[in-house]
């Protein structure tokens, strides 16, 4: 799908999210486009990601309403609705996602968790969450891990029944991502390494 093509679905998506907002929408919420109202999201964990992870015997316990992908090489999670997420002038918008996932060394005890984490278009683009370190969450939404807007916009994209089939978009970690982790449970990452790849569906209709 070339570029002007897929903007040209996504602007019509987000009028029809407008004329049609969801049964999430509830009352006191800002009003404004949202990204889409339904849909799913899923991250495979990249290999390296994963086998650093079982070399320190690590732990991956979802939280619902996320759930592991089949053979745990990952987590899927519906699309949820909260304030702030609409589109406006000086934010693109962001999509939110309910529950997350539990990282747990058992040798050290360390955990490091994202429970509710949203996906952020603009300015800052990747998956942010207000991490909960060793049993301290941050007041501030972190930015674990970003992609590129060339990777966004890549090979992949399509149309499916009422929404819009995302590209298979590379995830990677943030300094901040790195160091969470690293804190919590003894691993080595840095900046730059994979984290996993980004897929879903924004749908439109129920």
Do not use: H
Request: glycine share 12%.
């Amino acid at each position: 799908m070339k570029l002007r093509q897929l903007f040209s679905v996504l602007f019509a998506a987000l009028l029809m999210t407008m004329a049609a907002p969801g049964p999430a929408q509830a009352a006191g919420l800002p009003p404004g486009p949202y990204v889409s109202p339904w849909g799913t999201a899923q991250v495979e964990w990249a290999p390296s990601f994963r086998a650093r992870l079982a070399e320190q015997a690590v732990e991956i316990t979802p939280i619902a309403p996320v759930t592991a992908l089949p053979d745990d090489r990952g987590i899927i999670s519906d699309i949820g609705w909260t304030s702030g997420d609409y589109i406006d002038l000086e934010n693109f918008g962001r999509v939110y996602y309910p529950g997350g996932v539990t990282l747990s060394n058992p040798q050290t005890n360390g955990s490091w968790t994202m429970d509710e984490f949203w996906l952020r278009f603009w300015p800052e683009r990747g998956l942010s969450s207000q991490l909960v370190v060793n049993g301290v969450k941050s007041p501030t939404e972190q930015l674990f891990c970003s992609y590129t807007l060339q990777d966004a916009f890549g090979s992949g994209w399509g149309l499916t029944f009422g929404g819009v089939r995302t590209a298979k978009v590379p995830l990677t970690l943030t300094e901040v991502g790195a160091t969470t982790l690293n804190e919590a449970l003894g691993t080595s990452f840095s900046a730059g390494e994979p984290f996993g790849v980004l897929s879903g569906t924004f749908r439109y209709l129920p």
